[in-house]
């Protein structure tokens, strides 16, 4: 895991100017949040609060949430992510159409400007992952990497949370598979 965020971070100091960098940009702090949530700082970005879960042991899909603060003075531009534990990975998005809430593919990705927070959260962006490899469990941990057009891969392993939420309501992921979306 740490060789590939130090290749995540190399790659940042590539593709941003000195001054986004941190002095030490190779080094990975972990330290709480403000609210309590885990914080993780890679060079010129930090990633907030970031968990996955899935709807149930026998769940073929589950989901990442998190947030990707830029702290640089270039835009970000996230174009997607993948997981060893999921055949596929995509970013996605949640919207309403024809009474049901449904999540389409972010295939242009995500832009996030300088000094700015895009947040992946539940009933709105978030990361898929899709044809889940192995159940996602309360205290496992998930690896996932984030793929930056311009400033390269960064992994981390993401804490599974299935306790977080409660009751959902009916979603329904494009091509047709229904899931459940617990409330907030």
Same mark, same amino acid.
């Given at each position: 895991?740490?060789?590939?965020?130090?290749?995540?971070?190399?790659?940042?100091?590539?593709? /941003?100017?000195? %001054?986004?960098?941190?002095?030490?940009?190779?080094?990975?702090?972990?330290? !709480?949040?403000?609210?309590?949530?885990?914080? #993780?700082?890679?060079?010129?970005?930090?990633? *907030?609060? !970031?968990?996955?879960?899935? %709807?149930?042991? /026998?769940?073929?899909?589950?989901?990442?949430?998190?947030?990707?603060?830029?702290? %640089?003075?270039?835009?970000? *531009?996230? #174009?997607?992510?993948?997981s060893d534990v999921a055949k596929k990975t995509q970013l996605h998005?949640?919207?309403?159409?024809?009474? #049901?809430?449904?999540?389409?593919?972010?295939?242009?990705?995500?832009?996030?400007?300088?000094?700015?927070?895009?947040?992946?959260?539940?009933?709105?962006?978030h990361i898929m992952l899709m044809g889940l490899k192995r159940p996602?469990?309360?205290?496992?941990?998930?690896?996932?990497?984030?793929?930056?057009?311009?400033?390269?891969?960064?992994?981390?392993? #993401?804490?599974?949370?299935?306790?977080?939420?409660?009751?959902?309501?009916?979603?329904?992921?494009?091509?047709?598979?229904?899931?459940?979306?617990?409330?907030?």
């Amino acid at each position: 895991m740490i060789r590939t965020m130090i290749r995540g971070v190399m790659a940042l100091a590539l593709a /941003l100017p000195p %001054s986004a960098i941190l002095a030490d940009g190779m080094k990975e702090t972990v330290r !709480p949040g403000s609210a309590g949530e885990a914080v #993780v700082e890679l060079g010129p970005i930090t990633i *907030h609060d !970031p968990y996955a879960r899935a %709807s149930g042991r /026998l769940a073929q899909m589950g989901g990442a949430f998190l947030g990707v603060e830029n702290r %640089s003075d270039r835009e970000l *531009h996230l #174009v997607g992510a993948r997981s060893d534990v999921a055949k596929k990975t995509q970013l996605h998005t949640t919207i309403m159409k024809d009474g #049901v809430m449904r999540m389409v593919h972010l295939e242009d990705g995500v832009r996030i400007a300088p000094g700015e927070t895009h947040w992946f959260k539940r009933g709105g962006d978030h990361i898929m992952l899709m044809g889940l490899k192995r159940p996602l469990e309360t205290g496992d941990k998930v690896h996932l990497v984030l793929v930056f057009e311009k400033a390269g891969e960064i992994g981390l392993d #993401v804490p599974v949370d299935n306790e977080r939420g409660g009751p959902g309501t009916k979603m329904e992921h494009e091509g047709g598979t229904k899931m459940r979306r617990p409330a907030e």
